[in-house]
């Protein structure tokens, strides 16, 4: 309890600082980084606040709802970036979400549980990971196809707006189709989480999730405004920013729970949290940002850089070869994470 309240304080005095540091015209990166870190502790407080409030709810609607709120940082971010004007923020920093999910959190998560086993293996059920596989695939065979119309200018490439809303509204009725099946009973055999959350009274919870997001739009907007100088003056990359650097900062919420509960032995738990976020960002988050941008002058697509195209489909293989069978070794956690890295060091050189 004494460290939940320091980290929470914490939190408090960051996202503080960057607001104080925003209204007074403070310098550009110095607003940037502490709105940037100011994300990742309201991330997390929206962690404690659902981990709580799931502890009534079963481990199933644990982990969706864990992941819907936990992307809450990312969906202001990019909401702020297009009404800027920032589409390259925008893609990349929905983009950068999904790789640090499914590459970086996911190995480390792997790591971690291998590490807890007694034999040095993770297990958890194939259910999860099977259906997030064949919902990234889904979603990369959108993004790929429109890719390749894009490159090659046919009549299809005229229309990509139009192409993105019917695929958008496609993924979103079989994302919630899904779901509809798997809180009918996807993860009813696994343990539920007691002992981190039985500290935390339900109401309490819910005033900390109103706090931590309305404080997220905010810092959101901070943290926007302060992008393009920022980013000037330190020398990276938009593309760089949003794919690491708000991809990271943005999924704290995952970071922590996830590595948590797999070094703790809740494998089914840990996993349930990573691949319910990974399967949101792809087939809810995205899509919804892609309708939602249609009320904004910059409209968001599934046209993506080629490279990224390419990295998600081969992420969704991946992970789907690493995790289809129910079991993973810690080497297989490292060589998600290495395939993160490869990739950032990729867009750090764009």
Known sequence: MTRRLLLLGTTAAVTIVA?????????DVAVFVSAGIALGGLAWVVGVGTEA????LGPAATGVLQSTLGNLPELFIVLFALHAGEIVVAQTSVLGSLFANGLLVLGFVIVAGARAADDGIMRFGPRLPNDTAVLLLLAS????????????GDRASAHQVEISVVGAIVLLFIYMTWLADYL???????????????????????????????AAAFVSDWFIAALDPAVRTLGVSKG??????????GN????????TLAAKGHSDLAVSVVK???TQIATFLFPALVLLSLF???????VINPVLAAAIAGMAISVWMITGDGRAPAFEGWALAGFYVILATVVWFE
Do not use: C, K, W
């Open 19 to 27: 607001g104080v540091l925003h209204y007074t015209s403070a310098s």
């Open 53 to 56: 409030i799931g502890a009534h």
């Open 141 to 152: 065979f959108l993004i790929v196809i429109l890719g390749v119309s894009d490159r090659m």
């Open 184 to 214: 009918r009973g996807g993860s009813a055999n696994e343990p539920a989480i007691v002992e981190s959350t039985h500290q935390l009274p339900i109401v309490q919870a819910i005033v900390l999730l109103s706090v931590a997001g309305v």
């Open 240 to 249: 760089f920013t949003g794919l690491v650097i708000v991809g990271i900062a």
């Open 252 to 259: 704290a919420v995952e970071n922590v729970v996830g590595i």
């Open 276 to 278: 319910n976020s990974v």
């Open 296 to 302: 904004f002058t910059t409209r968001l697509t599934f």
